[in-house]
């Protein structure tokens, strides 16, 4: 992916100060239509990165130019949605076995709805879905073990009905009129969560709105690995206040984890932990925890490590929002 930053090495946000430093990131792409939060559920395809513009309704590709200029823009599917109020619009997208699934909300009803866009515009239903309020929708979308993993905010009407926001699975082969299979339960909005290499589902949680309440009082946002014992359980860091509203989170190459802001358009990095006890008959107690690990670089509203270890952002400034890349080291 070095072929982008070189193309683009004079639009560099910072310089390195050795060697030795990562390299800075870089302007990939200036999506000139696109305000802060309409950059979302950014997906790696080798050295290629996807992503969705929340208000049009749209998916698309960015990869080489064959005459190494330009990237390439492809556009993958467009849908249309209901981006009426903060949090709804084309939210979520994933692909298992080679077909295309997302997750927006529709025209008229409000509703969030599942389908396939293999063919670049909705096939198929696959999740009737629920209803939805304006903010806590949820909607990222992932594949997981063949399946599909949505993430549901605590104001659409199923979390209402279940009693809190959830990881779900939907079977990608399933009809409309599917139940949701609780993967794990007990967060308020899981809008930033991934599937690591071994599996495992990291979750940055969004905290209860708490803008009535003085900034020490708020409640802190919750990373943790998600599980069927539920949020409470799951929890290896709790962010104290201010609220950053994570988001998107990912694995970085090095093993840590990164988790976007989009209050603070800022990556902050996180290394997990793992503490070995002493044996007792045979037994070692090993317990895993998280420890805040540096500051990657601007991230506010998605992230994504590409095939050569390079690190794509969505992120607003002054001077607009963009895609920017960090070359592989």
């Known amino acids: 992916m070095r072929r982008f930053g070189t193309a683009l090495a004079t639009t560099a946000l910072a310089l390195a100060s050795c060697s030795s430093d990562p390299p800075a ?86 509703d969030l709805v599942v389908g396939e866009v293999t063919s670049g515009a909705v096939d198929r239903l696959v999740w009737a879905g629920t209803t939805t309020e304006s903010k806590a929708v949820g909607g990222h979308l992932e594949a997981f073990e063949g399946r599909l993993l949505l993430g549901l905010g605590e104001l659409t009407g199923w979390a209402r009905g279940h009693g809190s926001g959830a990881l779900v699975i939907l079977d990608p082969d399933g009809g409309p009129e599917q139940v949701p299979v609780v993967m794990s339960d007990g967060w308020n909005n899981p809008f930033a969560f991934t599937v690591a ?4 589902v990291w979750v940055a949680d969004n905290a209860p709105d708490g803008a009535d309440l003085p900034v020490a009082e708020r409640a802190s946002e919750r990373i943790g690995i998600a599980g069927p014992e539920g949020a409470e ?34 990556m902050r990095a996180y290394e997990p932990i793992t503490d070995r006890g002493p044996e007792n008959n045979g037994v070692r107690v090993v317990g895993l925890r998280l420890e805040r690990a540096g500051t990657i670089g ?3 509203t998605g992230a994504a490590v590409l095939a050569d270890g390079a690190i794509v952002t969505a992120s607003s400034s002054t001077l607009g929002t963009a895609l920017l890349i960090r070359p592989a080291s």
């Open 298 to 300: 601007p991230c506010q």
């Open 197 to 200: 290499a071994d599996g495992d």
């Open 233 to 266: 359980f799951s929890t290896l860091f709790a962010e104290p206040p201010p609220q950053r509203a994570p988001a998107a989170i990912i694995e970085l190459p090095d093993g840590r984890l990164g988790v976007c802001g989009f209050v603070d358009n800022e």
């Open 25 to 110: 990131f870089e302007t990939l792409l200036d999506v000139p239509d696109a305000a802060p939060g309409d950059l979302i559920a950014l997906r790696a395809d080798g050295t290629a990165v996807e992503y969705v513009h929340r208000r049009d309704g749209t998916i698309s590709r960015v990869s080489d130019s064959p005459d190494g200029s330009a990237p390439r823009v492809e556009l993958l599917a467009t849908i249309a949605v209901s981006t009426e109020g903060e949090q709804r619009g084309l939210l979520g997208h994933a692909v298992v076995d080679g077909r295309r699934f997302a997750a927006w909300t529709e025209p008229g009803t409000l």
